[in-house]
């Protein structure tokens, strides 16, 4: 068989081949790979090309990152209370733990409460009008008043863009608070921040003592005679679902005076100012689910509540806070205190005790307990620890009127008008109502005289009811208590 070329030829061809492949191999040695050297299989040629020119490096300086910009910490969220004393409003940076503004608006400051909505205040003018005050924090004067004729103001809270007064309709004397019995007994009435104007207004069937607005939603604590009640209202389409039902067993049976709201609880306090308890109750119908002792001292009576994310922290007349552990419904901890408590709340990562008789508002520590800050907030009231200086009957109290009383003897509400004294929690306007004791009615005075308000105040036990709280001798025009 004759080939298409000869054996000389293909050998040619071969060498050819790889003399190139590996002269290629050559390069590819020089740029690192780990591959024999191409002189070991072949010689190399008598003239090699010139290497290649290395490559030209540009230097390129590099450019310096620069520093992130710092953020500005975001300040937080003013604090104000009142001082009941001489009626002030009180504001407190927690970056720096003291006073820096106040001033005391007209009428006598109830409840203040501030938020995204702004400030607001409820402050009582006379017996039958309430204003409800916006309050410009920067220069401390009041932007806006709402006025509210025969509406008792017992709570206000903000949502998102609203503010929420829950009130009790009063009768024509300002003075007797409408019953159930007797139709719509409060109102929780919608506020627009931006005009002081009522946009909505929901009749409640029974008299609110207290609202939070919490998880979206608007809750009430409602005074239905024997029994407390809730009421939970949607602020978007104002539906609202009343518990505990109608014929209630005895589980679903209790009076609370304040309460607080967490993720699957209600806790509440009772109206009976000797109690020593807590109640744990179900949010979904009201049942009772536990009662929480706090203490075996004479004074552990709870005088305020508050929740967070991990506990319950309830302040004790036995000048100290505990806190609850939801997981085991016991008392996991108690922290003393300067003052008797008045009032407790959470903001800014801490809980606030503010105290009225020691003019004080202190800081501590969820986590660790530590009393961070002690802070006076202006005019102390008198301690109710302590028994008060005694005033003999005529002696005049701060310049207005003389008394006609005495440090336990006997009293009763004038049938002259006939017309029930209010009892309240502490000697001052701006207290809680606990209840009225009607004309004709005998009590015991069992401390006193206080001198607030300009009023003459004594607290008493009334004899057919128990009721326990301070109540006014009178206006100086007038005397509501005589002796007995």
Known sequence: ???????????SLIQRLLYTFFTAGLVLTTG???????????????????????????????????????????????????????????QIDPAVNEVVGGFKPDGVPMDVVSGQAGVWVIARMTD????????????????????????DVRGLT????AVWAAAARMSADGITPLTTEQGFAGDLIRIDPSTHSITALLPLTAIPKQVIFQEDALWVLEDAGVISRFTRIDPATQQNFHFPLSNPTMDYIYQLSRFARCDSSMWGLSVD??????????PKDGQLNQIIPLGTAPDDNPLDLVTTMQSVWVALRSRSIVEIDPKTNQVSRRIPLTDTPDRIFSADGSIWVQSHTGASLTRIDPTSGEVLAEINTGSKLRPTSTPWPELSPGEVCQGDYPTHLTLYGRAMVSPDPPVPNRVRSEPNLGAEILGEIQPGQGMTII????????????????????????????????YWLVPN
């Open 32 to 90: 690192g790979c780990n591959i024999l050297a191409s002189s070991d299989i072949h010689p190399p040629p008598t003239e090699m090309p010139p290497p290649p020119a290395a490559p030209t490096f540009i230097q390129i300086e590099a450019t310096p990152t620069p520093p992130p910009t710092p953020q500005a910490a975001v300040p937080p969220e003013p604090i104000w209370v009142i001082n009941v004393m001489d009626g002030t409003l009180v």
């Open 273 to 282: 100012s000797r109690s020593r308890f807590i109640y744990r109750i179900d």
């Open 447 to 478: 401390e006193g005289p206080v001198c607030t308000d300009g009023w003459i105040w004594w607290k008493v036990q009334a004899d057919n009811t128990n009721l326990i709280g301070w109540t006014a001798e009178g206006d100086g025009d007038s």
């Open 128 to 151: 039958k009008m309430v204003n409800i005050l916006q309050i410009d924090p920067q220069i401390y004067r009041v932007a806006g008043i709402l006025p509210l004729q025969l509406e």
């Open 1 to 11: 068989m004759r080939l298409p070329f000869s054996p000389l030829a293909f050998t």
């Open 158 to 161: 903000l949502s998102e863009n």
